[in-house]
């Protein structure tokens, strides 16, 4: 699958002929452009690169030492990287990158979909889809414009043939009637310890690290990963791991937008910087059906990580590991099935969304309405309250202080209103 020969072409209408006729991976591949390469990125890249449809032409980070640890994590993969940039505009402007993959932390997500749609690029956005609810409309509508380009999320589980058939068997009827579904994150987060802002080291541009977010002043401890956590650029684990968790009940149940969704949760247990719960419970309410969202940050548990499906004729528990079957009454022993690859099969999906050969199994508006449940989790849960989304005016109904959260205040130049 990781092959280093690849066929070159001087022009990209050359490639675009070829991926247009249903290209292969003997034929001029799909070239791409890494953003992002801490951690997500280099990975997205090596999948891509071996699933012998993409050549990876750049990489990029703002950071100069993580676009040197991307480039070293590629090359002892054997996969080769012919340029490094360190401001993504340069990605969007070279005209021979078909594609872009944007793993960078939450809050740039959206605008650099959006830009890159404008840039004539298709699109691998890691999920979750939008840093908040505005975020995610604004990509949906610039891809109005766009109808010929390409987007795909990060929602990789969508593509494991294990997930896809235990799908099948749970619409097929395999449990019955399905009343209550349950989904979580339970691990162990090391506390983030409260230490002195400082300037930020010299091989990180800081300020376009910022990007959409207020500028404040620099902490290493809300940098690099913790964001994850921290408000202004992240969407706690709720949004990181419930993009994929609750993305899996909404799939398997053909879910759309909740009815109402109720919330608890808070610091008990680490009680450091972290502005997210390290203990969340989620109860949402749809049609004849409860789902209950599940997140502790102190714990160890098996499965850590699940989406579990109970209905009048048997119960589903899965994880990447595989998926078991309970019959009604528990007495026979479960049905095991073994859990398969993910990675690989979504970044072919996405070459062949992009060659117009089959449609994204992780479409962008699956993305955005499974960000929109995550983020309807966090507000609910941060502010003790029950809430009731309307999709169709993009508000939460009779809760100014709700409201607050669906949309932010832009730092310029980095205003995705500008864009749509």
């Not at 099935?337 to 992009?354: L, S, V």
């Not at 109904?397 to 730092?411: C, I, M, T």
Request: proline share 6%; hydrophobic share 35%; glycine share 6%.
């Amino acid at each position: 699958m990781n092959r280093r020969t690849f066929l070159k072409t001087s022009t990209i209408a050359l490639a675009t002929t070829a991926i247009s006729k249903g290209a292969k991976s003997q034929s001029p591949k799909i070239r791409v452009g890494i953003i992002g390469c801490r951690n997500r990125g280099p990975q997205v890249a090596e999948n891509l690169a071996k699933s012998g449809y993409f050549t990876i032409k750049t990489i990029c980070d703002c950071d100069e030492e993580m676009l040197k640890n991307g480039k070293e994590y590629l090359s002892k993969k054997n996969i080769e990287v012919q340029n490094l940039e360190k401001d993504f505009r340069k990605i969007l402007e070279d005209k021979d990158i078909d594609a872009v993959v944007v793993a960078t932390p939450d809050h740039w997500h959206s605008l650099m979909t959006v830009m890159a749609l404008d840039a004539g690029k298709h699109v691998y956005v890691e999920k979750p889809f939008s840093y908040n609810i505005y975020d995610g409309y604004a990509v949906l509508e610039k891809m109005k414009k766009h109808p010929n380009l390409t987007v795909i999320v990060g929602s990789q589980q969508r593509s494991g043939k294990h997930f896809q058939d235990a799908k099948e068997f749970i619409q097929s009827g395999g449990i019955g009637k399905i009343a209550f579904a349950r989904a979580g994150i339970i691990h162990w987060r090391e506390p983030l310890p409260r230490v002195p802002d400082s300037e930020p080291p010299k091989t990180l541009n800081y300020d376009m690290w910022t990007g959409p977010a207020p500028l404040k002043p620099y902490n290493q401890y809300r940098v690099h990963y913790n964001w994850h956590f921290i408000k202004d650029y992240g969407t706690g684990d709720t949004g990181n791991w419930g993009a994929h968790w609750l993305d899996i009940i909404r799939w398997f149940l053909n879910l759309d937008y909740p009815l109402k969704v109720h919330g608890t949760g808070g610091q008990f247990i680490t009680k450091d910087i972290k502005e997210f719960p390290d203990t969340q419970t989620n109860i949402i309410e749809y049609p004849e059906l409860t789902v209950v969202w599940e997140l502790r940050l102190w714990s160890e548990f098996e499965p850590s990580a699940f989406a579990e499906f109970h209905g009048d004729n048997g119960s589903v528990i899965i994880t990447r590991a595989g998926w078991k079957i309970f019959d009604k009454e528990g007495k026979k022993p479960p049905k095991n099935i073994p859990g398969m690859d993910i990675d690989i099969p979504h970044a072919i999906n996405f070459a062949k969304a992009i060659m117009g050969e089959a449609s994204p199994n992780a479409p962008a508006i699956e993305g955005h309405k499974s960000a929109v449940l995550c983020h309807l989790c966090n507000i609910s849960a941060i502010l003790q309250k029950t809430i009731k989304f309307n999709p169709e005016t993009l508000t939460i109904e009779n809760d100014s202080e709700a409201n607050s959260w669906v949309k932010r205040q832009y730092r310029e130049p980095w205003n995705i209103e500008k864009y749509i």
